[in-house]
């Protein structure tokens, strides 16, 4: 198996997150871009304004490596129009995967009209525009039941909307990595909320994003039906080692 087909390698820090300087950030982005084309990763994971750097590195060293980026995040609470708005810019700038983050606080409210019509309305952009779209969730925001409740949406909305070759290119995801949690529980992808997801979004494939640090994690995802797996630690994973990170 070739893991790092599966491995989006992530950096999603802006600089007062990581309490350093935007010149220093930006060297950190880069390196992330250049690891992830050495690697042969299947895609590199950055902030929207970091998109149109990464394009002209891929572009300039001839790499096949994909571009992602995140939408309205990390809290996912903009109107529809303005999530594809951003996703519009990103493409422009040289996206080929968006993650958007799926109103999840609405959705706990009981608001699944709203989340449904978003869903519907941003895959619908996405899937014109010949990208792939991944619906991030957050499950450390939600119970078990949510969890459960929200795949099913997804699931529910994208199959009653698009057709069946569509389905490859709409993926539920675990994580932005950033909720804060109570207790320091974990905030990413554990293995029974991405049980709950495989069981609950399929046909749709699943990535597990957030806390996903070791080799032996990442092939265990991959072998229960995980079809990606979005990391900061994707150089390590590759090569058999460890991270602390929490992304």
Not at 182 to 199: F, R, Y
Not at 231 to 244: N, R, V
Request: with cysteine; glycine share 4%.
């Amino acid at each position: 198996m070739d893991i790092r087909s599966f491995l989006d390698s992530t950096y999603l820090k802006r600089a007062e997150q990581a309490d350093i300087s935007e010149n220093e950030n930006t060297k950190l982005v880069v390196n992330c871009i250049q690891e992830a084309i050495d690697e042969k990763f299947k895609l590199v994971m950055i902030l929207p304004e970091m998109v149109s750097l990464a394009k002209k590195m891929v572009t300039d060293q001839k790499s096949k490596i994909n571009i992602g980026t995140v939408i309205d995040f990390p809290k996912g609470n903009s109107n529809y129009s303005k999530k594809i708005k951003e996703a519009k810019q990103a493409i422009i700038d040289g996206a080929d995967d968006l993650d958007f983050v799926c109103n999840y606080e609405a959705f706990k409210k009981g608001n699944t009209q709203l989340v449904k019509e978003e869903i519907q309305k941003c895959t619908e952009f996405v899937i014109q525009n010949n990208k792939v779209i991944k619906w991030i969730i957050e499950v450390a925001a939600l119970n078990n039941q949510q969890i459960i409740q929200l795949s099913t949406l997804i699931k529910n909305v994208v199959i009653s909307n698009f057709k069946e070759d569509v389905y490859p290119s709409v993926f539920v995801k675990s994580s932005t990595g950033f909720y804060k949690t109570k207790d320091n529980l974990p905030n990413g992808a554990t293995l029974p909320s991405i049980v709950m997801m495989l069981e609950n979004a399929s046909p749709l494939p699943i990535k597990a994003a957030g806390g996903v640090r070791n080799h032996e994690e990442a092939i265990n995802l991959i072998r229960l039906g995980v079809k990606r797996i979005g990391t900061s630690a994707a150089k390590g994973i590759a090569h058999g080692e460890s991270s602390s990170d929490n992304y």
